[in-house]
């Protein structure tokens, strides 16, 4: 929406992942009762979400009038940061929250066993994804989103102030970014590289469902992941780079991605 | 700027550097003298023709791992085949790879040089019998001029005969790039980099000239890539990751993007200051995107760019 291509979102979801974790720990260890574990991991991932107005009143603002270059190095810079900050808080061994993974038990769906806690965050992210959607489409808010992403100049002329709503998208963003790092660690754990690994899945799932296109995003979501699985049972070693290549297809084949509207 | 002078003093200084520094800051030199042949590559690509690859750590790599198959698979020990064949590969690599990305400018080159990296990256981790996955190749010492130096111990071979020749390799390197962007072909580039429409009005072949702009800056990165393998002794998987083509642009950036010897500049800064800074603390990301930050707010022209204050090609309104 921004029109930044932001390397650091990575580096969001690694620090949602360990926040996450710590705020479970926490919890844990304040007796809290295991079954009520997600309330906290969500509330951390979303309130570490505040970073990113300090980032983006910190850093970013400056580079908004420059070349694209300059803006995609300084959210690279941003990533270098970021990923020392997390080792010099958190150290560098992975973090994970031992056991409450299958706390909510196991359900069969479909003759196929899955964790309850997976089908929870599945839920939860299809809430967020239709959550904005609405806040795109349907309130005041988002139709100025929309306006400034399409022509900035004209909606400063209207009167809108781009600093709150350059400051207030890139907050959502990074929120929703520390949320899905938060919601992801019971399943797996926290790494510090994770940040870095992830900016490319992403940047697989922004080109396939073609840039500034939130529809897009959610189908290019479910291709990379649906993919992975399909690769990893088939062939192991083909996993990442089967993405890559596809990646590189559809930039070939339809630079705007297979949602991308006329304008990316 | 007088670069009549500052260059013979520099190349002066670096051949000397053997006998008044200590060995340990003369090792260092030898990937600074890896890295100023890559980035004098990338600079052809990044300050000539204004296209930043965020690549070509998937040439580099190239480079390294040509050099590690030939000395440790196929008994190939000669460095001058091996620059040789590390050329020639990254030429035929990176023909049908710029033949994709020179349709595109801007954002859109940057993330797709980025994706063929991470191809390239992916590759090398996962074919592991061919590569040797995450642990890498050994690149067993190479002969120098047909002579073979096994009997040398390590240090004086590399401060030494492997210094020298690096240094050559390089001052080889600089004078065919000065050549590239002082002809018409270079001037066509700047063009290109400043109004790619006028260009196009002008005659000049715009997506053809951007082409051979990405080969031969992908040829400097393999050779370079090649350098970087007997210092360590062994190439591995992290050379051809996404960061260390982020790295790269830094030490372009650093140095200034907008003169020719800026980025050598930024390559020796580079590596000296992360030496010294992980001596310190082992944070040197941290510091390192702090000054990238300053760098890109306050002097996007680079250290060479605060000398000479040379108006900014890529800043500005884009």
Request: net charge positive.
């Amino acid at each position: 929406m921004q029109k930044i291509f932001n390397l650091a979102c990575g580096s969001f979801y690694a620090l949602g992942a360990y926040v996450g974790v710590s705020a479970v720990g926490w919890y844990v260890g304040a007796g809290g009762p295991p079954a009520l574990f997600i309330v906290p991991l969500a509330l951390a991932g979303l309130a570490v979400g505040v970073v990113g107005v300090v980032v983006e009143r910190g850093l970013l603002r400056f580079v908004y009038d420059r070349d694209e270059t300059f803006q995609l190095l300084m959210t690279f810079a941003i990533v270098l940061m970021m990923e020392d900050a997390i080792r010099l808080t958190w150290g560098t061994a992975p973090r994970s929250t031992a056991g409450l993974y299958l706390t909510y038990g196991q359900l069969r769906v479909f003759g196929a066993t899955a964790p309850v806690y997976n089908l929870i965050v599945i839920a939860a992210s299809l809430a967020i994804a239709l959550g904005i959607g609405w806040l795109l489409t349907r309130t005041a808010f988002g139709r100025i989103i929309r306006a400034t992403a399409d022509n900035r100049e004209m909606a400063e002329a209207l009167g809108v102030d781009m600093r709150r709503v350059y400051a207030k998208v890139f907050t959502l963003g990074t929120a929703l970014g520390t949320l899905g790092g938060a919601l992801v660690i019971p399943a797996t754990a926290a790494m510090s590289e994770m940040g870095v690994e992830l900016i490319v899945e992403a940047f697989a799932v922004v080109v396939i469902g073609g840039l500034g296109s939130m529809r897009g995003a959610f189908v290019g979501a479910l291709v990379v992941g649906l993919l992975r699985s399909i690769a990893i049972s088939v062939y192991p070693e083909l996993e990442m780079l089967l993405i890559y290549l596809i990646v590189i297809a559809v930039l070939v084949a339809r630079p705007r991605g297979l949602f991308g509207g006329a304008a990316a | 700027m007088k670069a009549g002078l500052a260059v013979p003093l520099g190349v002066a200084a670096i051949a000397a550097a053997p006998f008044v520094a200590s060995t340990y800051h003369v090792l260092l030199m030898l990937p600074f003298m890896a890295y100023a042949i890559v980035l004098l590559g990338l600079n052809l690509l990044f300050g000539y023709t204004g296209l930043v690859s965020f690549g070509h750590a998937l040439f580099i790599a190239l480079g390294a791992y040509t050099g590690a198959f030939l000395t440790t698979h196929a008994g190939i020990r000669s460095l001058e085949v091996i620059l040789l064949t590390a050329a020639a590969l990254g030429a035929l690599v990176a023909i049908p790879v710029a033949a994709l990305c020179v349709r595109y400018v801007k954002i859109y080159f940057g993330m797709l040089t980025l994706a063929f990296g991470m191809v390239f990256y992916t590759f090398v981790l996962k074919f592991y019998r061919l590569t040797g996955g995450d642990e890498g190749t050994p690149f067993l010492r190479p002969s120098l001029l047909g002579r073979s130096l096994d009997a040398m111990p390590k240090i004086d071979y590399l401060v030494g005969p492997y210094y020298y020749y690096s240094l050559a390799v390089l001052g080889l390197a600089a004078l065919v790039m000065w050549r590239i962007v002082q002809s018409p072909f270079g001037l066509c580039l700047k063009t290109i980099r400043d109004n790619p429409v006028k260009a196009e009005t002008l005659g000049i072949g715009v997506t053809r000239h951007r082409f051979v702009a990405f080969v031969i800056s992908a040829v400097y990165a393999a050779i370079g890539g090649a350098l970087l393998g007997p210092p360590t002794g062994n190439v591995d998987p992290t050379l051809a990751y996404w960061t260390h083509s982020g790295n790269i642009v830094f030490m372009t950036l650093l140095g200034g993007f907008t003169s020719f010897f800026g980025p050598v500049v930024g390559a020796f800064v580079f590596i000296y200051l992360q030496n010294w800074v992980m001596s310190i603390v082992p944070y040197w990301r941290l510091i390192f995107g702090a000054m990238l930050a300053v760098i890109v707010v306050f002097a996007p022209d680079g250290l060479l760019g605060l000398v000479t204050r040379r108006r900014p090609a890529l800043a500005g309104r884009g």
